[in-house]
Structures are given as C-alpha cells and as structure tokens.
C-alpha cells in the first residue's frame, strides 16, 4: 500500500472498480475495543448454566430447608419440578405410605433405575434425614 | 502484498481456517469429558441387529430427529418439562450418527422410555391424534409391522442405565 | 454439446438455481401446512407414498434445496460472471464450468429423490449419503479450479475485494464440506454433533456470507456509480471474518452435552463478529452516502439495501441468542427459525437476485422485461418476509418462556397455532414473489426488448 496515498479523496482503480480511501469512522474503532474487552472478560469469568440446583446446604444438623435444597438439586430432574411425578414416581406422602426406613434405603442403595444418590454424594446421616423431612413436607 | 497474489490470499485463508478447526475440533478429541463413555452410553450401545438398533435406523429414515431433540440441558425449562437427567457428552459415545435434533416441534426424546410405554408408543405412532388430540406429529401407519415394533424397542430403550447396567459397567 | 459461448456457465447456472428455488420454496410451504395439519398430502393407504412425502423428508429437501441448490447455484454463478469481469480475463473453459453446472443438476435431482427414498445421514445440514458428499466435493473442486485458473491467468496483478472473497470461500468451502461430512460420520456422539455444527456453520460464514459479500462489493459500486467507501474497511472486514468465522460451530450447542470450555470458545467469537459484520456494513452505508434518493427509484438498489439491513439484523440477533441465558429460552423453539431464514433470504438471496437482474440484461442484450414485476417481487420478499419472521419469533419467545414455566407440551402447541398459521401465509407471499420473478427472467430471455447501441447499459 506503500505507493498509494491514504487521503480521502484518493481514489484508484483496482480490475476496474473505483474504490476510494475513506476512513474508519470513530464509533467503530470503538467498536472493536469494547468487544476486545468484553471478550477477555468473558473468557476468564464464564461459567456454564446449571439451574438444577437451588442451593449447596449444610452437611451437619437436620431441617426441612437443607433437605429442600438438596431435593432440588437432585430429584427434581427425575421426580418432577414440584416431585409429583416424572420419569421416577410422585414423592408426595411416600415417606407416610413406605415408611423412613424404606426411603432411606432407596437414597442410600438406589432402586431399578434411581442412583443411590445419598451414597454417591457422600451424604452425611443428618443429610439424608433433612431430605425426608422435607419430603414429609410435600403435599 | 497480499493483495497482489492470489497465492498469498489462498494461504492466509487456510493458515487461520487451520486455527479455528483446531481448537474447534481437534482439541475436544483430547477432553476425557468428550470421549469417556457412561453408564448411560453402554446401555444404548446395540448390538448391530437387535431390534433396537433396527428401529434406531427407522428412526433415521423417518427423520424423527426433525421434530424431537434427543438432550437435556441444566437449565430452567428442561427441568420444568420434566425431562429427566441433564446428559453428559460421554452418554452419547456410542451414538452413530448422533440424534442430537435441534428443533422441539414435539418433546425431547432422550429419556422417552421412562416416561411412556410400548403399548401406548405403538398406538401412538399409528396414529398421534387418536391419542393426543390436536398434536401435530405425522401417522406412521405406513410403516411396517416389523419396523413399528422396532421402532418402539428403541424409544424404549431410551432410559437412564439400571444401577445393575452401571454397576456392572463399573466393574 | 456443451456449450463454449462466453457467460454461458453464468447462465445456465442462474437459470436453474431459479428452478431450484421454486421448488424449494414450494416444499418449504408444504412442510410450514404439514406442521398446521399433519395429514396435509397424506392418503389414507397409500404406504410408500406417505413415506416418501413424510414431514421430515420435505423438510430436508427444503433446506438442502435451499441452500445447496438455489443459494449455492445462484452464487456460483455470480462468480463465473463476475471473476471474468474483475479480472478481464475470459473464463478458463466455459465447456468445464456447464459440465460443473450439469453434474450439479443431476447432483440436485438424485438427492432429491434419494432423501425421498429414505436414505438419509440422519444429521442436519448434512443429510446426503456418503457418496453424495463425495459428489459435492468433487464439483467444489471443479469450479475453484475453473476460477483459480481465471485469476490465474489474469493481467492486472492488484485484486479487488470480491476477489479476495471469492478466494476465501472458494477454499474454505471444501474443507468445511470436508470436515462435516466425511470424517465425523466415523466419530459419532457428542464429538459429531460438534463437528456437524461446525459445518453446518461455516457452510454459513465462510460460504454463503463470503460469496454474499464479494457480490455486494461489486454491485454496490456498479449500480450506484460511486467508489468503494474505504479500501481499509474492506482489508479489516475481510481478514477479521476470516480469523474469527471458523470459531463459531460450538455456540448451536449452547447449554448442551459439551463441555463448558468449548461452549465459550463458540460464544466469544460470536459476539466478536460483530467486528466484520459493522466494517462491511459501514462500507455499504458509507458508498451510499449521496445517493440514498436513488434507492426509492432503483428496485435493485433497494434490494441491495435492504440486504445490507437484514444482514445486520441476522448478525445482532445471532450474538445475541449464543449467549447461555438467552439460548436457554429460545433454543428449540420457533425463533431459531426466524434467524434461520433472516440472513439465507432476506439478505443473502436478495443479493443473488439483485446479481441476476443486473446481469441478465447485460449478457443477453435485453431490458428486465417489466419493471413492475421487478417491484412486485421486492415487496412480496419483504413483506411476505416480515410477516413469516416476526410470527416466529413471537411464537418461539412464547414457547421458551411457557417451557419454563412446565407448561404442558400440547398447550404451548395449542398457544401457537395461530401464529404458525400466519408463517405459512407469510410463506406463501414469498413464494408468490419469487413466481413474478422466476416469470420476469423468462420473459426477459425470451421476449425482452433489445437494448439499442445508444443505450450503454454495459458494464
Ligand atoms: C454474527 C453472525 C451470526 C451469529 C453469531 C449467529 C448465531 C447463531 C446461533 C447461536 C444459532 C443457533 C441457535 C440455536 O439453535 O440455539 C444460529 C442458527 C442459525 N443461523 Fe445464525 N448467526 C449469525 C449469522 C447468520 C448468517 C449470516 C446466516 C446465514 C447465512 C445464519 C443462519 C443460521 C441458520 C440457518 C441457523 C439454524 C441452524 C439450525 O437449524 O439450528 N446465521 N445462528
């Protein structure tokens, strides 16, 4: 480009095509160095989606609200958003139909198809016992 | 200068082609995530002329993938839909060619088995309107027995590894 | 047998890329009734028929219709025709380039009924068999070879930015083919949905979008009389969208079963094609400057103009739905695609025809036949456009937010039904302009009025 002059007005024929000099307007240099930022911004701060969960929760002590959390991190994919029923069955009275032990059985040792999740998660006692207390809770 | 030589251009073009299919493309082959295959991945990995893998062909053939993705994503509305588990690369390793779809004109499939049965997807399949009123998926009547049946083994098969597949996929 | 006349290949491939695309675009609107009533051409009985007609089968003859038949023959045709222009320099061999056109249509045609048939890859964009995609990357490789040759042999040694485009597609082209289709059907899983969507992308970016900017490039100057706003602008347009495109594959798997790392690598350099997309558009505007009286007038500058609009539509919208929070509601649902047909027609097949209707007159020595029809065609395209798009992306915003709230299946189905309805009446109009003019080139060829000596409408 050495030979041409880069003044506006310039203009010269490339294969028969007029083509002029004009220059990059302001606004889209800035442009450029916005989303030169936004980029590398966003490749050192991204995190992927993960709305399965609604909160971690406390592994020691034992309360509804720590089992809610840990049910929606865990069952709601499989049981249902609100646990009546989705690929695994309702979850509504199981705890009053089954029995405490029976579910705590299937969290710890999985059924056909549920994972033991309990186990897999290395959930403590009182863990385990939050999420049937929550489970209690479902109507 | 480059714009003086068609050669150069040509070269240019290939040299920063070559980046972005290397990290697009070549790089993902080196993530275990990528390549591990799951429990899952074993349990829909059919042997070659099982009733599943036949209706897997039909599936193909009747371009089923057109309307019904075949993944679940963690976010807000695949949870709601009940869906089922968020996939993992490595449950689809064995998926040749892959059914990922990429329209939801019907509902996601990947788990379908678990939520219907053979009875009600045969029915179905024969004709949608009769058991959804209003849906707007094709009647398959025109397919054969064989391959109807075929194809229900396969959408049932579509449902998370048993703890007995994953344990023993484990070991 | 095949002919040798000079611009003959431009031609013949213009004048079937037409044909294709009243086909396509009929099986478009078949698919957009099927999806309002499933037993649209059904018959009772008739199994192999239903089979061949099935919903997934038209819709695969559509978009592989639409884009390799109609937008790929009509851009290259437009590089036959403007490659020998630029370069002053007669095309290496017009016998090769109506062979590369004929094998096309035998191509096209076999696909077609092979689809019908059932004999589908099963992935998307890529659909043809093995030995289809075979066939493709040998014409791919006939018609660079023509080209290349043409540069080749050229006088002048500088080369304009058509040029530059061109080139870039042209290579570009068979290895995105490549990579799509032949490698990937070996991989499977997740590792061929990734490939696959980095075809299917820059089977996009690096062909349509490429091919599509070198002809405005061209035109722009041609039709307005004005130079080229900035050649640096051209430089900067050109070498970002080459760095940046190929990047892209990853952000159709937003959200899904690929790891985090990769989703960005697709996501960033979404948002940063920006950058090429704004260069060439204030290339396009900048040219325009003192001229824009003429568009009222002009039916081809009106075209090109609301091209250059609809383009930087498509390259907003796109940025914006690969970001993780805005997919998560609207990937899967109507709005992908509205986007899907923004840039392939409303900006890319606008410039194909605008290609046409300058060079038609000027090969055949015949005025466009009417002018009317010509406007005729401009309005039906944007308005049966608007209408198609706008019902979409009403209907996918109102899918996505009813997804996450659980509604169940057949309700969202039932909300949208209406507005699905109105897509295929959108649907019709823009087939309705294409009929005027598909009609207007055949009159044209036919029947126009010759173009005295005195008028000097030769480039
Ligand atoms: C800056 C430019 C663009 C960006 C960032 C972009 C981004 C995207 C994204 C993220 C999707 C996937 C949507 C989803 O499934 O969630 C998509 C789909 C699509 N885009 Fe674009 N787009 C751009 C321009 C274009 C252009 C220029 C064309 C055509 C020439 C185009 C044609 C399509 C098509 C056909 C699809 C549908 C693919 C499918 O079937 O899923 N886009 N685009």
Redesign the pocket.
């Known amino acids: 480009m050495s030979e041409q002059h880069n003044h506006e007005d310039h203009i010269d024929e490339v294969n028969g095509m007029k083509q002029g000099h004009g220059k990059v307007p302001r606004f889209l240099i800035i442009v450029y160095a916005a989303l030169a930022c936004w980029a590398v911004f966003y490749a050192l701060t991204a995190k992927g989606i993960d709305e399965t969960a609604n909160a971690g929760g406390n592994t020691a002590g034992v309360s509804a609200e720590a089992g809610k959390a840990l049910m929606g991190q865990s069952c709601a994919l499989c049981h249902g958003q609100n646990y009546k029923g989705g690929l695994g069955p309702t979850l509504a009275g199981v705890v009053d139909t089954k029995g405490e032990e029976y579910v705590t059985g299937i969290l710890k040792n999985g059924g056909v198809t549920m994972t033991a999740i309990a186990k897999d998660n290395n959930w403590t006692d009182d863990q385990v016992k939050s999420v049937i207390a929550a489970m209690k809770e479902i109507k | 200068m480059v714009e003086r030589s068609a050669l150069a251009i040509y070269i240019a073009a290939i040299v920063l082609f070559m980046m972005g299919a290397f990290a697009t493309i070549i790089l993902p082959f080196f993530d275990p995530d990528m390549t591990t295959p799951t429990a899952n991945a074993e349990a829909r990995n059919y042997a070659p002329d099982s009733p599943e893998a036949k209706g897997r062909l039909v599936y193909i053939a009747n371009g089923c993938n057109t309307c019904h993705t075949q993944y679940v994503r963690p976010v807000k509305a695949d949870v709601a839909m009940n869906l089922g588990p968020v996939t993992v690369p490595g449950d689809y390793v064995y998926d040749k060619p892959h059914l990922f779809g990429?329209n939801r004109t019907g509902p996601d499939l990947m788990w379908v088995g678990s939520r219907t049965n053979a009875q009600w997807n045969y029915q179905h399949l024969k004709n949608p309107q009769k058991l959804v009123p209003g849906s707007i998926m094709p009647k398959y009547d025109y397919l054969s027995e064989d391959d109807l049946n075929n194809l229900v083994s396969y959408l049932m098969s579509l449902k998370p590894a048993t703890n007995a597949q994953a344990a023993a996929f484990n070991k | 047998m095949l002919s040798n006349a000079p611009f003959s290949t431009a031609k013949n491939f213009w004048y079937s890329s037409i044909f294709w695309l009243i086909i396509s675009m009929i099986a478009g609107l078949v698919v957009a009734l099927k999806q309002i009533s499933p037993d649209f051409l059904y018959f009772q009985g008739a199994d192999g028929l239903n089979f061949a007609l099935t919903y997934a089968h038209i819709r695969i003859i559509h978009t592989n219709g639409i884009l390799l038949a109609w937008l790929s023959m009509a851009m290259v045709g437009a590089m036959f025709y403007m490659v020998p222009k630029l370069t002053r320099t007669p095309l290496w061999s017009e016998r090769l380039g109506n062979l590369t056109a004929l094998i096309w249509n035998v191509a096209i045609a076999a696909a077609v009924v092979i689809i019908a048939l059932g004999y589908s890859s099963g992935v998307?964009y890529a659909e043809l068999p093995l030995i289809l995609d075979l066939g493709v990357a040998v014409l791919a490789v006939l018609l660079s070879i023509n080209l290349f040759m043409t540069i080749a042999k050229r006088q002048e040694k500088q080369l304009y930015a058509s040029i530059w485009y061109f080139t870039g597609s042209l290579i570009w082209l068979p290895l995105v083919w490549i990579v799509g289709n032949i490698p990937s059907a070996l991989v499977g899983g997740a590792m061929q949905a990734n490939m696959n969507w980095f075809y299917?992308h820059n089977v996009?970016?690096l062909w349509?979008?490429t091919v599509g900017i070198g002809q405005i490039y061209f035109l722009l100057p041609k039709i307005t009389g004005k130079p080229l706003y900035s050649h640096k602008l051209s430089l900067i347009g050109f070498w970002t969208i080459a760095t940046i495109y190929v990047w892209?594959g990853p952000?159709?798997l937003?959200n899904g079963p690929i790891p985090v790392w990769l989703m960005k690598a697709g996501i960033i350099p979404?948002l940063l094609?920006?950058i090429p997309?704004w260069t060439v558009l204030a290339n396009v505007f900048g040219t325009m400057k003192g001229v824009w009286h003429r568009v009222a007038e002009d039916v081809n500058l009106k075209f090109l103009v609301t091209a250059a609009i609809f383009?930087m539509m498509?390259?907003l919208q796109?940025?914006f739905?690969?970001l993780m929070q805005v997919?998560a509601v609207?990937?899967f649902s109507h709005w992908?695609v509205g986007?899907?047909h923004m840039?392939?027609f409303a900006?890319?097949s606008f410039v194909c025809f605008v290609t046409i209707y300058y060079a038609v007159p000027r090969l055949t020595g015949r005025h466009i036949y009417s002018k009317a029809l010509m406007n005729w065609h401009y309005y039906m395209s944007v308005i049966g456009f608007l209408m198609f798009a706008f019902t979409l992306w009403i209907a996918g915003v109102i899918q996505g937010f009813a997804w996450m709230d659980g509604t169940p299946f057949m309700e969202t189905v039932d909300t949208v039904r209406t507005l699905v309805v109105f897509r295929a009446v959108g649907g019709t109009l823009m087939i309705v302009g294409q009929l005027f003019f598909a009609y207007n080139i055949w009159k044209t060829v036919k029947s126009g009025t010759k173009i005295s000596s005195e008028e000097n409408v030769a480039a």
């Open positions: 990429s | 998307e299917g996009l970016g349509f979008t892209n952000h159709h937003v979404s094609l920006i997309v383009y498509a390259c796109g940025p739905q690969s997919s609207v990937k992908v986007h899907a840039a392939p900006a890319f």
